[in-house]
């Protein structure tokens, strides 16, 4: 059984920076997609950042030049570093993958949610 952990959030002024961290534990042969998404009170889900296996990356507009997605193969973890954060910024913050392994196929997996607010 996959599960994803995060970790990371927090508060943090206007200006300022956080890294999140999601480490996946368990069984596993590959993870096809990494994600970070945010949604924010009365907002839907969004997208904010995907990392695909061949290496390329995709950000929202909004998070264009702040933020990076990333990856350490190693620690099975993912990282999300955002600098120069605004108070829109302000949500929960949720990594999602999807894993293939050879005991279940391709499944998404999503962590627990972890709280980033931004004062101004």
């Known amino acids: 059984q996959v599960q994803l952990v995060e970790s990371g959030g927090g508060s943090v002024q206007a200006g300022g920076s956080l890294r999140l961290s999601c480490v996946a534990s368990g069984t596993f042969f590959k993870v096809n997609i990494m994600s970070w998404f945010r949604q924010a009170p009365g907002k839907q889900r969004e997208l904010v950042a995907r990392?695909?296996?061949?290496?390329?990356?995709n950000y929202t507009d909004s998070v264009k030049g702040r933020f990076i997605i990333s990856r350490d193969n190693d620690k099975n973890t993912m990282y999300l570093q955002m600098n120069s954060l605004k108070p829109e910024d302000t949500a929960v913050y949720y990594c999602?993958?999807?894993?293939?392994?050879?005991?279940?196929?391709?499944?998404?997996?999503w962590g627990q949610g972890t709280q980033v607010t931004v004062s101004s």
């Open positions: 999602y993958q999807n894993i293939y392994s050879f005991a279940q196929g391709s499944l998404d997996y």
């Open positions: 990392l695909l296996s061949n290496g390329r990356t």
